[in-house]
C-alpha cells in the first residue's frame, strides 16, 4: 500500500500557503523608519523617561519600526510607540507616565 501523504517540505504547497496567506518574505527594513524611531528613542532616553539595555536597542528599534509603521495616522502611531516601548521586553525601566512619553516621542516625530 502506498503512502499517498505529500511530504511536508513540498516546494509547490508552501509556495500556495505563502500566497494564500499573504506571506512571503519578511519585508525590507525601512531606514527612515528606523532613523526616526531611534531619535525618538535617544530622545525619551535622554529625558531619562526609559532605560534600556545598549546590546538591546537593535533589537527594540526593529520592533518599535515594524510596529509604528502599520500606524494609520500620527494619533495612531503615537500610541502604538508608547504600548510597545512599555510592553516591550526590551526596555529595562520606564520612569515616565504614558502622557510624558507621547510629548517626547510627538516633538521628535514633527
Given at each position: ?12 504547497d508552501?509556495?500556495l500557503?505563502?500566497a ?13 523608519m ?9 530622545a525619551?532616553?535622554e529625558a ?9 536597542r537593535?533589537a ?22 508608547v504600548?510597545t516601548?512599555?510592553?516591550?521586553d ?10 510624558e512619553?507621547?510629548?517626547i ?6
Open positions: 500500500m502506498a503512502d499517498d501523504t505529500p511530504p511536508d517540505d513540498d516546494p509547490i508552501v509556495a500557503l505563502r494564500a496567506l499573504g506571506g512571503g518574505e519578511d519585508p525590507e527594513p525601512n531606514p527612515q528606523n532613523s526616526e524611531v531611534e531619535r525618538a528613542l535617544s525619551l532616553i531619562e523617561l526609559v532605560e534600556i539595555d545598549e546590546g538591546r537593535p527594540l528599534i526593529a520592533e518599535l519600526a515594524t510596529v509604528v509603521g502599520e500606524a494609520r495616522s500620527p494619533r495612531d502611531y503615537l500610541k502604538r510607540f504600548r516601548i512599555v510592553h516591550s526590551h526596555v529595562e525601566e520606564i520612569y515616565g507616565s504614558d502622557d512619553l507621547r510629548e516621542i510627538a516633538k521628535v516625530a514633527d
